[in-house]
């Protein structure tokens, strides 16, 4: 199957810092998402995103599917963001991969 | 929408019993997805079903599970007998159509003791 590697694995932001976070993925991806799984285990979908960029509010994502890679940027980060972040690929329609997550801590 | 639904929440079994799963999709979504999600292995899928008919299985780790979609609305997943190295949460997702966004419940967490 397709290798997913995100980074970094662990981040720790004070309250109003910005972040990026990157998905690397090893093949040819039709699919995309990002989800963020929050402390009650919890996985909310950020962005279906299998190319282009895409904004909401504060988080924005942006797919070079050619250079199969993904980033996931946090703006003004605020204690609700942290959980840990998941990238998510797929190709063959639906048969998705999860990278390992980035966990996320935005601290007071 | 309500979204996906999972029940039960939380299933405590002992060592050899039956455990279900159930999983309602969102209705009009005409693809579905059973994963499972441990520290050691993080989030794997283990089957996902397309128009009710099972589609990729090679994910499920041994005979012992057993998932089922009769209807639309509705899917099961069955471990026979349980072993404690099942303990996991075990998500359940849906999507509209193949290749489009998924949706996740709530989850379920499984303990077998």
């Known amino acids: 199957g397709i290798q997913v590697e995100q980074s970094p694995p662990d981040l720790i932001l004070q309250e109003g810092a910005n972040s990026t976070l990157r998905c690397n993925f090893s093949d040819s991806v039709n699919n995309l998402q990002w989800f963020h799984q929050n402390p009650w285990g919890q996985l909310i979908n950020l962005f279906y995103i299998p190319s282009g960029t895409k904004q909401n509010v504060r988080l924005s994502a942006t797919t070079v599917a050619t250079e199969r890679y993904s980033l996931l940027y946090i703006s003004s980060s605020q204690t609700t963001d942290s959980g840990v972040y998941f990238c998510?690929?797929?190709?063959?329609?639906?048969?998705?991969?999860f990278g390992s997550g980035t966990k996320l801590n935005v601290k007071p | 929408d309500a979204g996906v639904i999972q029940s039960p929440r939380h299933e405590v079994t002992e060592m050899g019993q039956e455990v279900t799963l159930r999983c309602k999709p969102i209705?009009?979504?005409?693809?579905l997805f059973w994963y499972r999600q441990t520290m050691m292995r993080g989030l794997e899928l283990l089957i996902y079903f397309n128009n009710n008919v099972p589609i990729d299985d090679s994910g499920m780790p041994e005979d012992r599970f057993s998932a089922k979609m009769p209807n639309a609305s509705f899917s099961t997943l069955k471990i026979q007998p349980s072993e404690p190295r099942d303990s996991a949460v075990y998500f359940c997702?849906?999507?509209?159509?193949?290749?489009?966004?998924?949706?996740f419940g709530q989850g379920t967490r499984l303990t077998v003791v």
């Open positions: 209705s009009g979504h005409n693809s």
């Open positions: 998510a690929v797929g190709y063959n329609f639906n048969k998705f991969y």
């Open positions: 997702a849906s999507s509209p159509d193949r290749g489009t966004e998924a949706f």
